[in-house]
C-alpha cells in the first residue's frame, strides 16, 4: 500500500479538480485509441490499479507513472512543454517588472572596448 503524501492531502481544490481532469482525460486519449486497460497497464509496466488509480485523478500517483501514460500514447512532448518557460506568462511578467527603468552608458569608454 502506498505511504500517504502530505503535499497531496494539502492540494487546494483548483489542484484536485485539475488532476481529476488529467485522469480523465488520459482515460479518454486510450479509449480514442481503443487501448483496454489492462494492455495501457502493462505497457506502462505498472498494475491495473495504479492506472485506474491514475485515470481517477488520485494525486498520489507518480509522475513517473504520468510520464510512462503519455509515452504509451504518444503524448510525451506534452509533458515536455507542460511549464516551459515561452509559456510562463506570469514568470514573464515578474521578470519585465524587475527590469531597470533607464540604461546609464558607463561613464569610461574603455568598457567599450570591443
Not at 481517477?56 to 509515452?71: Q, Y
Amino acid at each position: 500500500m502506498p505511504r500517504s503524501s502530505g503535499a497531496a492531502a494539502a492540494l487546494p481544490p483548483q489542484s484536485l479538480r485539475a488532476i481529476a481532469q488529467l485522469g480523465a482525460d488520459l482515460a479518454t486519449a486510450r479509449k480514442r485509441r481503443r487501448i483496454p486497460q489492462r494492455l495501457m497497464a502493462d505497457r506502462m509496466l505498472v498494475s491495473l490499479q495504479t492506472l485506474q488509480r491514475l485515470e481517477a485523478g488520485d494525486p498520489t500517483v507518480g509522475i513517473a507513472n504520468l510520464a510512462a501514460a503519455l509515452f504509451v500514447l504518444g503524448m510525451t512532448q506534452r509533458l515536455e512543454s507542460l511549464v516551459a518557460p515561452a509559456s510562463d506568462t506570469t514568470g514573464t511578467a515578474e521578470e519585465l517588472a524587475r527590469l531597470p527603468r533607464s540604461i546609464h552608458a558607463p561613464r569610461d569608454d574603455a568598457d567599450l572596448d570591443f
